[in-house]
């Protein structure tokens, strides 16, 4: 049934970060090669920056998936804000130890002292712009000494430049930065991910046009892309089920595509 | 909630909007366009206004230099224009340089031979007289000349012989000069229409035939502004002179005349005026 297809794929572009929604593109999968490659370099950190909705975490989540049957790896998707929480949750995720006191830098450097592994541990933290500057300083003394391995991800922003300027810039080993897509990376994204998702139908109605269109209003931004996307089959959907007519089931309507974006904020009428 | 009619409704604002620009632009360039078209025809006819004034000043630019060249009847055109008056009463101003050169070329003067022999074909190149009309004319000016040059009719014996006759047929002569006064206004009309030395030409020939020699002198002097080479103009202009009594202007002319061409006329009329056989 032709609504229940524009549903499905409605759900294709949740935004959500899922490891097996990860779509290879030619310049992602290049990099993403180039971060599993520092991985495995002896790196005391790794910074993964862009602005938001290129992927981030997303390619973050995808390393995690892939390592963690390889390797001890710990991924923390929220930050971690207090330093005793955040120190307490690594002694607990790496070392398996549960302390019932309060656990201070000095504690926590005794303790893993004890602890030997084969690979260094990898702790992904993503969102680092949100840890406080005496933690990020934390941070960095427990990856100088070498028991840790961090790969954190920043948001690209003149503020959190300055930050990543101040506690990572002598630090860091490896920097790798994600971009926006472009047209082409757009369109197939777009289609890759209707097809992993078996909406073939629904994925050979974009054209050309109508990625043109897409990527004017998102800029090609992957995060942007699946709210105007997620809007637009809403729209399909509506009109499926009260007026089948106005739909043209060879392409997607420009039409629909602006008014998707005008719903969703893109355009201002 | 998905409200879609109001989405179509803001899309369709929105898509005015998106086109206002667009329609704003093609209506400036049509209207620019227009406008292009209106005022072309304009701008293109003052250019050509313009050209036409810069070609009319390039040539008369050019007369300029070219009549500076021909300085002594230059001079003498100007002079007998602006004043006519004075000319018919043979007072005539002839400017201190006008005259320097003339006693310049006086003084540089060369002699050369004789060529009377050439007389007697002299009557024969000017056909254009014609002496069976000439009584008529001399009759009906006899009156106004009479006057200003009363030497000039007991010079003539032979128009004073042929006189005895006309007064016999005075009938029909007088018809035939209507008709040859209509003759010649309607040559002068035509003159003025097309501008042909050569019919300014026969006017001065017949003018000086009527022994109206101020007409002369102005059709002659026409006739060589038109076209400075033609001999008899040249002749007719400087006759007239004579018979206007400026002799050391024609004669003048007729040297300057000379030094640009080898007519033999010119140069008989030039001898004949010296020695004053041509008054």
């Known amino acids: 049934m032709k609504s229940s297809f524009y549903l499905s794929s409605k759900e294709v572009f949740l935004d959500v970060v899922d490891a097996k929604e990860y779509v290879q593109l030619d310049r992602v999968s290049t990099l993403y090669q180039s971060l599993k490659d520092s991985v495995k370099k002896p790196l005391k950190m790794i910074l993964l920056y862009g602005k938001p909705g290129t992927g981030k975490s997303m390619m973050l989540n995808k390393l995690y998936e892939e390592l963690k049957d390889q390797q001890k790896v710990i991924m923390y998707h929220t930050p ?129 046009k109508n990625i043109k269109c897409i990527h004017k209003l998102t800029s090609g931004n992957y995060r942007d892309t699946n709210k105007l996307l997620d809007s637009l089959f809403s729209l399909y959907d509506w009109y499926e089920e009260n007026q089948p007519t106005k739909i043209n ?20 009428a | 909630m998905l409200n879609v009619h109001d989405l179509e409704r803001r899309w369709l604002r929105y898509k005015i909007k998106s086109y206002v620009p667009h329609f704003l632009s093609i209506v400036l360039l049509i209207s620019g366009i227009f406008l292009l078209f209106l005022y072309l025809p304009y701008f293109k006819s003052t250019t050509e206004i313009k050209t036409i004034v810069q070609k009319e000043k390039n040539e008369t630019s050019i007369k300029k230099t070219i009549l500076k060249k021909e300085v002594t009847p230059l001079k003498v055109k100007h002079e007998v224009q602006n004043k006519p008056t004075k000319m018919e009463h043979s007072s005539l101003e002839v400017p201190q340089n006008t005259l320097d050169h003339v006693t310049q070329d006086k003084k540089s ?115 060589n502004e038109l076209d400075k080479n033609i001999d008899e103009s040249w002749i007719i202009f400087s006759k007239s002179l004579v018979k206007l009594g400026q002799h050391e202007l024609a004669t003048l002319t007729l040297k300057t005349y000379l030094k640009n061409s080898k007519s033999t006329q010119a140069e008989i009329l030039l001898r004949k005026i010296e020695s004053g056989g041509f008054r």
């Open chain 2, 109 to 223: 003067l060369v002699l050369t031979p004789s060529l009377h022999f050439m007389d007697n074909i002299e009557d024969n190149l000017n056909p254009y007289v014609d002496i069976e009309e000439e009584p008529i004319v001399i009759e009906s000016n006899l009156q106004e000349t009479q006057s200003s040059t009363p030497s000039q009719v007991s010079e003539a014996p032979v128009k004073s012989e042929v006189n005895v006759p006309v007064q016999q047929k005075t009938k029909g002569l007088s018809i035939t000069k209507k008709q040859e006064e209509s003759d010649l206004k309607d040559v002068i009309r035509r003159f003025k229409k097309n501008k042909n030395p050569a019919l300014s030409l026969f006017v001065a020939k017949r003018y000086y035939a009527l022994e109206q020699y101020q007409k002369s002198y102005n059709y002659a002097l026409m006739t």
């Open chain 1, 249 to 268: 089931y060879s392409n997607i309507s420009t039409k629909f595509i602006e008014m998707a974006a005008i719903r969703t904020g893109f355009i201002n």
């Open chain 1, 80 to 208: 971690l804000v207090d330093e005793v929480e955040f120190l307490k949750s690594l002694a607990r995720d790496i070392y398996g130890v549960r302390p019932f006191e309060e656990l201070n830098f000095t504690q926590f450097n005794e303790l893993s002292e004890h602890y030997e592994f084969e690979t260094t541990p990898l702790v992904l933290l993503d969102e680092a712009q949100l840890y406080s500057t005496s933690l990020m300083e934390k941070i960095r003394l427990i990856s100088d000494a070498r028991k840790i391995k961090f790969v954190i991800t920043l948001h690209k922003t003149e503020k959190e430049d300055i930050i990543a300027k101040e506690h990572f810039q002598t630090r860091i080993w490896e920097s790798l930065e994600l971009h926006n897509a472009s047209p082409a990376e757009l369109k197939i994204y777009i289609q890759k991910k209707l097809m992993k998702n078996n909406c073939f139908d629904v994925a050979n109605m974009f054209d050309n």
